[in-house]
């Protein structure tokens, strides 16, 4: 699903236009992205948790030019999923499709 798509179904739920749920998820979208620069953990209870982590420098082999390079140490994003989301994913897996 897109952002759009959230939206639509944040507005059909709770009966509110368009614009207004779009406004709300670029809050929560925001407000998200603000905690996780300033490095503070973020969780859903029974959905998972997001955090900030730092990537070491590395090196690696370039196969176009066949050279040892390094890819700069940088932030990144590990979300970790609750034991609720891994069960239900889980349970779909040996469910039988239809």
Request: hydrophobic share 35%.
């Amino acid at each position: 699903m897109n952002f759009q798509q959230y939206a639509a179904e944040l507005s059909d739920a709770f009966i509110r236009n368009q614009e207004e749920s779009e406004r709300i998820l670029k809050f929560i979208f925001k407000r998200i992205a603000q905690d996780l620069a300033e490095g503070k953990r973020i969780y859903f209870r029974g959905f998972g948790s997001f955090k900030k982590v730092r990537r070491p420098a590395r090196k690696y082999r370039n196969l176009i030019t066949n050279k040892i390079e390094i890819r700069p140490a940088f932030n990144d994003i590990e979300f970790t999923p609750s034991k609720k989301i891994i069960d239900s994913l889980k349970q779909r897996a040996r469910s039988p499709r239809h």
